[in-house]
């Protein structure tokens, strides 16, 4: 099983509308997560940290399941601007390292 | 955060030969990470650049094939040696820094394609 699944969508969403996507990961034992914002041919930029049960940044809002190990991205009144893939990281237990998800491909619609 | 750029921005180049690639940030930071990123994939962790000492690698590389130098706290080396096709991909660079020292920010990163 990889260590953080994410389903790539695409996930279309009409501009003003809310999407939400979940992300799993297997290290039950981690505490840390992150989402990062990754734009065509670009490097991921960090969106948002998750370090307890969530966490609420403008428009967006992460949260973490730890009974069910997933953590999720709602995105409210989507913007054009915000088509990306939006990448799940898990900091594994015991050695501290980013474990990425293949993102989440968000498509803003006019 | 602090500022990191790479060099090249993108490279084509030969199956056998060998790339370096550069990465420079604008502070020192102590934690310096190599990334892979193939079309479609997730990034993957190829190593830890120790500043004085030699890398540690993550399971399946290997330092023959990608050897890396970090002479101190501002820059590091990445370098793709006897490049196939199997390599081309993007490879960025990371540090960690700010207040949890899990957080991680990236470089733009090298575009490589090996014909």
């Known amino acids: 099983r990889k260590e953080v699944e994410q389903d790539p969508g695409p996930f279309n969403v009409p501009e003003g509308a809310t999407v939400a996507f979940n992300c799993t990961y297997s290290n039950s034992a981690s505490q840390s997560f992150f989402w990062y914002r990754q734009d065509c041919r670009k490097e991921p930029k960090l969106l948002m940290s998750v370090y307890s049960s969530g966490n609420e940044d403008g428009r967006f809002t992460a949260q973490l399941n730890r009974a069910s190990q997933y953590i999720s991205l709602l995105i409210r009144d989507s913007k054009l601007s915000d088509s990306a893939t939006y990448l799940c990281?898990?900091?594994?237990?015991?050695?501290?390292?980013?474990?990425f998800g293949k993102g989440n491909q968000v498509v803003v619609i006019p | 955060s602090a500022v990191i750029s790479q060099k090249p921005s993108r490279d084509i180049c030969q199956r056998g030969t060998s790339l370096t690639i550069q990465c420079q940030v604008d502070s020192q930071v102590t934690m310096m990470f190599w990334y892979r990123q193939q079309p479609g994939q997730s990034l993957t962790l190829i190593a830890t650049a120790n500043q004085g000492s030699e890398a540690t690698y993550e399971s399946g590389f290997v330092i023959d094939k990608f050897p890396i130098s970090r002479p101190n706290l501002t820059f590091s080396t990445l370098t793709v040696s006897n490049m196939s096709p199997e390599d081309s991909s993007i490879y960025l660079c990371?540090?960690?820094?700010?207040?949890?020292?899990?957080?991680?920010?990236f470089g733009p990163g090298t575009r490589l394609t090996v014909l």
């Open positions: 990371s540090v960690e820094e700010g207040h949890h020292t899990d957080t991680q920010y």
């Open positions: 990281v898990a900091v594994l237990y015991g050695n501290n390292r980013l474990a």
